[in-house]
């Protein structure tokens, strides 16, 4: 995914930014870490899911399944972030929320933001309100030095996974996967043999 096409850039120049280089390729738009707990979430909501239907082997099979898909989605939803915008832009933003308490300062609430982009990109296709339980006890863990408890930090925490997933699901070309039913044009004309 091309940097300039992200919709989460606000004006910044994309030559500015980490181009997140895969260790391996050097291809910019590497994003291990949501690809790997897209897929890690993925496979065990899948596996879960092929358990139940199939027992053990099922299980086994509708992980591998389901971590390639997780992972897929993950990465998609990652490659369109660029964390030091979304920094940028909730520092700048935050005054104007209607959650903004003037004794609370951005310090306090950036992790709660970063909680929030981070958590929409590692969970890849799921919904606020199925993540918001495993989000509300895991903030704990993840709030770095904020003070913050969880029925403070939980409106900035929306706000930043709702722009990433509006963002996300406005942009066509964050498809992972062509949808099977799009019109693909004109067919090939067949050579006779």
Do not use: C
């Amino acid at each position: 995914m091309a940097a300039d096409k992200t919709n989460l850039e606000h004006g910044n120049d994309a030559s500015d930014r980490d181009a997140n280089e895969d260790p391996i390729t050097g291809e910019p738009g590497a994003h291990p870490v949501g690809a790997g707990v897209g897929a890690a979430v993925g496979g065990a909501v899948a596996g879960a899911a092929a358990g139940m239907a199939a027992g053990p082997v099922g299980t086994v099979a509708g992980a591998v399944i389901g971590g390639v898909a997780g992972g897929l989605a993950g990465k998609g939803i990652a490659e369109q972030l660029d964390p030091s915008a979304e920094e940028h832009y909730w520092r700048n933003e935050y005054s104007n929320r209607d959650y903004y308490d003037p004794s609370v300062n951005y310090e306090e609430v950036g992790p709660a933001y970063q909680y929030g982009w981070e958590s929409r990109a590692e969970y890849g296709e799921r919904k606020w309100d199925d993540v918001e339980p495993d989000l509300s006890h895991d903030w704990s863990n993840r709030r770095g030095k904020s003070s913050l408890d969880w029925g403070r930090a939980r409106p900035a925490v929306r706000d930043a996974w709702d722009r990433v997933d509006t963002s996300f699901r406005s942009n066509p070309d964050n498809m992972t996967q062509p949808d099977p039913m799009e019109d693909r044009g004109t067919p090939m004309p067949r050579t006779p043999k």
